[in-house]
């Protein structure tokens, strides 16, 4: 009786890739267990896309702030620092993804990028929420001391995990070029924000925008054959 029955402790997952001996395993109940896995991960994939738009959104604002087409207000100071904030989800899903495929090269990447988008986050709430509230001459005082070298190393570790995380994705051979280059080109003045007229840091906001809402668009229309993606797949 107990080789009629299924075993009460195996779950049922486990039993449908079981099959009597010496015959094939059933294609159906593979694709059946194979389909129900992928859903967490089409899930992530889509998340991550939407909070990329997100961010592609806020960064729209904060360039429209910057050249006073639309008024700065409480509202927009706090909406400043979210863009990272979801930046970070999208770089997520886009590792996950693709960017582990590059193998180390991809992994270091992923960190140093994250690390630079968390510590830049610090720097926009900085920025935004307290030197919009201080006078100019405590602000260049606070910039002489230990905050302005704070400030310097994020910008400039920033720009270097971009480098690098663009660099991983390039290598995969999976991501489309373009966005990714518009995306390093746009982070370069946000970068050297300090060192650059307004308008070239206005405009690096619009086209880190326009790549990351190209880059999040792709990952939602393909997040559901992510695995089926091959290099020779995407020529641009």
């Given at each position: 009786?107990?080789?009629?029955?299924?075993e009460p402790?195996?779950?049922?997952s486990f039993?449908?890739?079981q099959?009597?001996?010496?015959?094939?395993?059933?294609?159906?109940?593979f694709?059946t267990?194979?389909?129900?896995?992928?859903?967490?991960s089409?899930t992530?994939y889509r998340?991550?896309?939407?909070?990329?738009?997100?961010?592609?959104?806020?960064?729209?604002?904060?360039?429209?702030k910057r050249s006073?087409?639309?008024p700065?207000?409480?509202?927009?100071?706090l909406?400043?620092p979210?863009?990272e904030?979801?930046?970070l989800?999208l770089?997520?899903?886009?590792?996950?993804?693709?960017g582990?495929?590059?193998g180390?090269?991809?992994?270091?990447?992923?960190?140093?990028?994250?690390?630079?988008?968390?510590?830049?986050?610090g720097?926009?709430v900085?920025?935004?929420?307290?030197f919009?509230k201080?006078?100019?001459?405590?602000i260049?005082?606070?910039?002489?001391?230990p905050?302005g070298?704070?400030?310097v190393v994020?910008?400039l570790l920033?720009?270097?995990?971009?480098?690098?995380?663009v660099i991983?994705?390039?290598?995969?051979k999976?991501?489309?070029?373009?966005p990714?280059?518009?995306y390093?080109?746009?982070?370069?003045?946000i970068a050297l924000?300090?060192?650059v007229?307004?308008?070239?840091?206005?405009?690096?906001?619009?086209?880190l925008a326009?790549a990351?809402?190209w880059?999040?668009?792709w990952?939602?229309?393909?997040?559901s054959?992510?695995?089926?993606?091959?290099?020779?797949?995407v020529?641009?």
């Open positions: 009786m107990l080789s009629r029955n299924a402790g195996r779950p049922q039993r449908l890739f099959n009597s001996p010496g015959k094939p395993l059933q294609k159906e109940s694709w267990v194979q389909s129900s896995a992928s859903v967490p089409v992530l998340l991550a896309s939407i909070a990329g738009v997100g961010s592609a959104l806020v960064l729209l604002v904060n360039a429209a006073s087409l639309i700065t207000s409480d509202l927009t100071q909406l400043a979210l863009a904030i979801l930046a989800g770089v997520v899903g886009l590792f996950l993804a693709f582990r495929r590059a180390l090269l991809g992994t270091i990447a992923f960190v140093i990028n994250f690390i630079a988008l968390a510590s830049l986050e720097v926009e900085v920025i935004n929420l307290v919009s201080l006078p100019l001459a405590t260049t005082e606070l910039r002489a001391g905050l070298l704070v400030l994020s910008s920033f720009l270097l995990g971009t480098l690098l995380f991983s994705l390039v290598a995969g999976s991501v489309p070029r373009i990714l280059a518009l390093f080109i746009g982070a370069v003045p924000r300090a060192f007229p307004e308008w070239a840091l206005d405009l690096g906001l619009v086209i326009a990351i809402a880059l999040a668009g990952l939602w229309v393909c997040a054959t992510v695995d089926d993606i091959r290099p020779e797949s020529t641009t």
